[in-house]
């Protein structure tokens, strides 16, 4: 499914589409085939499979290939502590989607809300008139009950 509501075509790339075999993701992201090999085995980056197990990269793959890279080599990060660095990222974006996905339902409850008060508002009787407390107001008010006809 698109976010249109529709079905997205199946023949359609994005960037989660596992295309890149192991060679071309290796060259496209600067990396030795064996480092993504102990990448997959370490659960840093993990591509589709085919069915005959060969390892097939998505563009969202390669970038995250690179971001393993530079957190190794420029800010001196070890795998594990990059695992966990990219498993907090996903938990991150995953708790961001509930956040969204929480706000609409709020916002849709809020909308119902008020389409409910008004409907209250709109079967008020309009033969009543707001009350005025007599302290505030300093007029007296006499109630005086018709006799009845029987």
Known sequence: MDGRGGRR??????????VYVISVAAQLSGLHPQTLRQYDRLGLVSPDRTPGRGRRYSARD????????????????????????????????????????LQQTVEGAAAA???????VHASY??????????????????????????
């Open 9 to 18: 075509n199946p023949y359609q790339l994005t960037e989660e589409s596992p």
């Open 62 to 101: 390669i970038e995250l290939l690179r971001q393993v890279q530079d957190l190794s080599q420029t800010e001196g990060i070890n795998l594990a502590g990059i695992k966990r660095i990219i498993e907090l990222e996903n938990q991150v974006t995953a708790l961001q989607s509930r956040v969204a996905e």
């Open 113 to 119: 809300m008020q389409q409910r008060e008004a409907q």
């Open 125 to 150: 009787r309009r033969d009543l008139v707001p009350y005025e407390d007599v302290h505030q107001s300093g007029a007296l008010v006499v109630w005086r009950p018709k006799k009845r006809r029987d």
